[in-house]
């Protein structure tokens, strides 16, 4: 393997989503619904498939789908941008951020990261042979620390990478913590990569789109999918929304990473992003109830259990058990109890920051959310 991807191992989702098929453990570790998405974005992308879309699409998306993907951008966070010059279609988030990343990113520049982050930020990030500068989030609220930011974030640095709803604690950054990410951005000249793909799974405060801040637009690549929203997550259909100067970049990239994405999966996207908003309140609702159902759960076995404001994760203090990390104590979990969960401390630079921690989903069906919660109560 080359140089720039020799720390990483195999990722954390696959690795335990392979255990937990070997020890029939139930699985509420890789974030992704057993449960199927809604009959009429399949029905569309049957229709589009019989209607012979089926050769590869424009690089930067099929028409209708950019300009679907505008629309529900202006709904959700006010911002008119053009379908055409500001909006890219990419192989799921996931490929959003490698092509921003990628584009935009000069070997040595410095990137921000909030820990814990995704794992694909840093593997990416690697690629880009960008420098990380990592500042953790700490329980019991994972509050942005204010002061090591303003000390962190310098001329070096050219971009912060950040999701909100925030995977895999659950956080939202408030308006407050926002705010001061944006104008310590715009006094630096820094880039904001933002990844918002849970944003429609937010229960306790609204979510902010951090482009749509004064002076922001001009400086912020806000990146999102269909998956989470429509339990498609198999499909593969993600976005960037940047201005002109940003999207150049990133959609060279994407011209060379995989040049355009699924047709038939894109017309279905255009016709899910115009669901009634009743679509969206009742998806809401949902994984409140199983939001619910996990909390209380976790709480009832024992967990010291950190609120979970969006995503469709919980994060949990294991220690009680008296496993001595993290991964110690999912391994007990899967092979003694039949649990899947995933230990958080792949997420940091410095793993010792994460043995406490273990991340639960609940994007499952409530049969499967309490049976894993009745394993635990017996078992743990
Ligand atoms: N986003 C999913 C999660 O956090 C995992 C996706 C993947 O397996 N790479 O669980």
């Known amino acids: 393997v080359a ?20 020890h029939g453990a139930i699985n509420l570790g890789q974030g992704f619904p057993n449960f199927d998405g809604p009959e009429f974005v399949k029905e569309a992308a049957i229709q589009a498939i019989r209607d012979g879309k089926n050769q590869y699409a424009r690089g930067y998306g099929v028409p209708d789908l950019n300009f679907a993907i505008a629309d529900r951008f202006k709904k959700d966070s006010g911002l008119s941008v053009d379908p055409e010059k500001e909006v890219t279609v990419t192989s799921g988030c996931t490929e959003a951020i490698a092509a921003t990343v990628l584009g935009l990113i000069n070997p040595d520049d410095e990137v921000i990261l909030f820990a814990p982050f995704y794992d694909s930020y840093e593997a990416t990030l690697s690629m880009a042979g ?5 500042i953790t989030l700490k329980p019991p609220d994972f509050a942005l620390p204010i002061d090591e930011l303003k000390s962190t974030i310098s001329k070096n640095t050219r971009a912060i990478l950040f999701n909100t709803p925030h995977n895999p604690t659950g956080k939202m950054f408030t308006r407050e913590e926002l705010n001061v990410i944006a ?19 937010s229960f306790d405060m609204d979510h902010i789109s951090i482009a749509s801040l004064p002076g ?31 999207t150049w970049g990133l959609r060279q990239a994407h011209s060379f990473l995989t040049f355009a994405t699924s047709t038939p999966m ?19 609702r949902d994984y409140m109830e199983k939001r619910a159902i996990l909390v209380e759960g976790l709480k009832a076995v024992g967990f010291k259990v950190f609120p979970s404001s969006g995503t469709y994760f919980v994060v949990v203090d294991h220690t009680p058990f008296g496993l001595e990390n993290d991964v110690a104590f999912c391994e007990y979990l899967i092979k003694e109890v039949g649990v899947v969960a995933i230990p958080t401390s792949v997420f940091y630079l ?23 919660v009745g394993r635990m109560k017996e078992k743990l």
């Open 3 to 22: 140089k720039r991807l020799e720390k990483f191992k195999t990722t954390i989702f696959t690795q335990m989503s392979m255990l937990a098929i070997k």
């Open 130 to 134: 960008a420098k990380i500068k990592c």
């Open 183 to 201: 104008s310590l951005c715009i006094e630096n000249d820094v880039l904001v990569f933002s990844d918002e793909v849970y944003d429609k799974l």
């Open 216 to 246: 922001m637009f001009e400086r912020t690549v806000t990146m999102n999918s269909l998956g989470k929203t429509f339990s498609l997550t198999g499909w593969k259909i993600g976005w960037a929304i940047a201005p002109p100067h940003l």
């Open 266 to 284: 894109q017309w279905a996207t255009a016709v899910a992003l115009r669901a009634p908003d009743s679509y969206f309140v009742e998806l809401k």
């Open 350 to 372: 410095n793993p010792e920051e994460g043995k406490n921690l273990v991340r639960f989903t609940f994007c499952k069906d409530e049969g499967t959310l309490r049976a894993a």
